[in-house]
């Protein structure tokens, strides 16, 4: 499934989008499509952190001026799938993902996605492991209750 996935989204997603076909994923809840935006051309020897702005400003105004396309093709996907579409894009080495389904950590790590963000947790033993990793990790709250 999959893959009819991907295909369909490949097929669904407009050329002008991307450049090359949406990288697609999904899990039992979300599918998540990603795609690589041309990389800004800027002056040889630009600083890291402007050449870095100007990658996120590419994905924000990628995000405003696809809004209502994006909402379109999720709604169709969500029916034709029966799962939420998140979407995401690539400029360069910047990566923004927005629209996500807002779930409890111990039920996204299985995307792939969480587990290149926080290959830690996704190695943890158990779903209530990897809820701690990421309570004690990511906020850096001492109060969360570590799993028995």
């Not at 630009?46 to 870095?52: I, K, S």
């Not at 996605?113 to 004690?136: H, K």
């Amino acid at each position: 499934m999959s893959e009819d996935i991907g295909a369909w989204f490949a097929g669904r997603v407009p050329k002008t989008w991307f450049a090359g076909p949406p990288e697609v994923t999904s899990d039992s809840e979300e599918i998540l499509v990603v795609g690589e935006l041309p990389d800004v051309e800027l002056a040889a020897g630009t600083a890291p952190e402007a050449r870095e702005a100007a990658r996120v400003a590419r994905i924000d105004r990628f995000r405003e001026e696809s809004r209502l396309d994006r909402v379109k093709i999720a709604r169709e996907a969500e029916r034709r799938f029966r799962r939420k579409v998140a979407w995401g894009a690539r400029c360069g080495d910047e990566t923004r993902v927005f629209t996500t389904l807002s779930l409890p950590v111990m039920t996204r790590l299985p995307t792939p996605w969480w587990r290149e963000a926080w290959p830690e947790a996704a190695a943890t033993p158990s779903p209530g492991a990897s809820a701690w990793w990421a309570c004690t990790n990511l906020t850096g709250s001492k109060g969360c209750a570590r799993p028995s």
